[in-house]
């Protein structure tokens, strides 16, 4: 039997500014641990709750949701959903919602930091010292490369997009993208050039990746696109890690096709303990930082249960990504 309270489940321990706003309004359960709970627990609640709040990479699939008798919402603490499936939702009655813009200036952070960090080799600076490997100060010792004044190219220039060009801008460099559509407003605000992106990997001393991860951009950074940039070239990406083909990058660093690269997602997440990145000095590696900072992720932990509890009361909740979805009642 149902309880007279919605039944919620929560994968993981989000911060507590949202939990609290959830208890006494629903009955609540948290996973409690930080691995995913696993396909199968999902089924089970999924049978059971009202509503679900799930984080990136949760296989919440066309099976899960039919599972989901009385299931009205799943309420994804993240912007990007690409582990929902959105279409079978949708047609099974279920909104989907997400946390968009409060991680955007965050993530913009953490994007320029790996570019920096890639650029002056600072996490293989850091090794050296504490390895025991810094003997003297020389001409040649460690060179990297300026930012300053150099060419980035941006895949993508929606909000975060936008964020790292204005990073950029401070730094005088020279901006260029690619994306579906021109952005008018980056063209005018941060003189931004739109380019091909073919034309833009061939120009560009960084290339950093800021698109969704869709059925178009999976795959997207390539062998081709790879060695069409310059061998001297750094790719950051903090979008989603299927948007390039992980083979062919270790590939590109390992031949030299480009010089580096500052990466925040991967294929397979956590990063496998005998992957090539692990033991190459020309990759910045963090493990799925974008948003990691306790005011994003606490302000995540709000919108999240702030639409969830209003898709629960009958209400349209703000951060819909599914808005032609027909209600269950």
């Not at 909104?95 to 080799?121: H, I, K, Q, S, Y």
């Not at 993208?177 to 931004?192: L, M």
């Not at 062919?248 to 990466?263: F, K, M, N, P, Y």
């Amino acid at each position: 039997m149902k309880t007279m309270k919605p039944m919620v489940f929560v994968s993981r321990n989000i911060p507590d500014k949202g939990l609290d706003l959830m208890k006494g309004k629903v009955s609540l359960e948290v996973w409690p641990g930080e691995d995913n709970p696993g396909r199968d627990v999902f089924l089970e609640k999924a049978a059971s709750c009202d509503g679900l709040v799930v984080i990136p990479g949760d296989p919440i699939d066309s099976e899960v949701l039919a599972a989901g008798k009385f299931l009205k919402i799943v309420s994804c603490y993240a912007v990007g959903y690409d582990s929902i499936d959105v279409n079978a939702a949708t047609e099974l009655g279920i909104m989907v919602t997400n946390t968009p813009d409060v991680l955007t200036e965050t993530t913009a952070d953490l994007a320029f930091g790996l570019l920096l960090a890639a650029a002056r080799r600072i996490g293989e600076g850091d090794r050296v010292i504490r390895s025991g490997g810094w003997k003297h100060w020389g001409p040649r010792f460690m060179l990297g490369q300026d930012v300053s004044g150099a060419t980035l190219g941006l895949i993508g220039m929606g909000r975060i997009g936008q964020a790292v060009s204005r990073r950029a801008k401070s730094f005088g460099m020279n901006l260029l993208y690619y994306a579906r559509h021109r952005n008018e407003i980056a063209e005018r605000e941060y003189g931004a050039r739109y380019m091909e992106m073919e034309t833009l990997l061939t120009v560009s001393d960084f290339v950093s990746i800021h698109c969704p991860l869709t059925s178009s951009t999976e795959g997207l950074i390539g062998e081709r696109q790879l060695r069409a940039m310059k061998p001297t070239s750094i790719l950051v990406n903090t979008s989603r890690g299927r948007v390039v083909v992980e083979k062919e990058l270790v590939r590109a660093l390992q031949e030299g096709w480009i010089s580096g690269a500052g990466l925040d997602v991967f294929e397979k997440e956590p990063l496998p303990p005998d992957h090539p990145f692990l033991y190459m000095e020309n990759v910045i590696l963090c493990p799925h930082l974008g948003s990691a900072t306790v005011q994003t992720r606490e302000k995540m932990s709000v919108m999240a249960a702030e639409n969830l509890l209003a898709a629960l009361d009958g209400h349209t909740p703000r951060f819909l990504v599914n808005p032609t979805v027909r209600r269950k009642d």
